[in-house]
Antibody, heavy 118, light 107 residues
Framework: QVQLVQSGAEVKKPGASVKVSCKAS????????ISWVRQAPGQGLEWMGW????????NYAQKLQGRVTMTTDTSTSTAYMELRSLRSDDTAVYYC???????????WGQGTLVTVSS | SYELTQPPSVSVSPGQTASITCSGD??????ACWYQQKPGQSPVLVIY???KRPSGIPERFSGSNSGNTATLTISGTQAMDEADYYC??????????FGTGTKVTVL
């Protein structure tokens, strides 16, 4: 069965960076993309960006351009999302999701809570 | 920028029908999908490509999309359907966009 398993919760200080991992299993990793979505406490879902696990092409949300980098390691079927220059309003649960390509996300990871606090 | 607007809340009695709307400019020209999210859980896809149900999603969930509005309908609503629901579409200008979310309460 398809599974996306994310790394554990993180606490970071403002200005620091965080890197969240998402290990995929149960399907051919390079046949799909991975999107990252975040959700601030009590708020809605916000799409952050997408990476092709086939060739590494990326597409980032405009508001995060310059602060976010998404990568993949096909040898371990793992996707990574790094967010730099963290601010308090980056505090959120971060999700990875299998992306069917300009359509929808059919499987989601369990989420990773990132708390930014001094 | 492209925006999708949903009502903040919808209330429904058990066994009745709940309808959740999602409004966006020419939304009917795009594919819409819907996610259900219960407290403390990851979102779950309940409708994709306007009206298709993933395997394992009950038949009481249905969807439509025309003009500027996509609609998620829950027929014979059950207590377990109480959750937040988000619509989503893809637009070439900003890629993926989520709706503002609707809290469904089963009274």
């Amino acid at each position: 069965q398809v599974q996306l398993v994310q790394s554990g919760a993180e606490v970071k200080k403002p200005g620091a960076s965080v890197k969240v991992s998402c290990k995929a299993s149960g399907y051919t990793f390079t046949s799909y993309g991975i999107s990252w979505v975040r959700q601030a406490p009590g708020q809605g879902l916000e799409w952050m960006g997408w990476i092709s696990a086939y060739n590494g092409n990326t597409n980032y949300a405009q508001k995060l351009q310059g602060r976010v980098t998404m990568t993949t390691d096909t040898s371990t079927s793992t996707a990574y999302m790094e967010l730099r220059s963290l601010r308090s309003d980056d505090t959120a649960v971060y999700y990875c999701a299998r992306d069917l390509g300009e359509l929808h996300f059919d499987y989601w990871g369990q989420g990773t809570l990132v708390t930014v606090s001094s | 920028s492209y925006e999708l607007t949903q009502p903040p809340s919808v209330s429904v009695s058990p066994g009745q029908t709940a309808s959740i709307t999602c409004s966006g400019d020419k939304l009917g020209d795009k594919y819409a999908c819907w996610y259900q999210q219960k407290p403390g859980q990851s979102p779950v896809l309940v409708i994709y490509q306007d009206s298709k149900r993933p395997s394992g999603i009950p038949e009481r969930f249905s969807g439509s999309n025309s003009g500027n509005t996509a609609t998620l309908t829950i027929s014979g609503t059950q207590a377990m359907d109480e959750a937040d629901y988000y619509c989503q579409a893809w637009d070439s200008s900003i890629s993926y966009v989520f709706g503002t979310g609707t809290k469904v309460t089963v009274l």
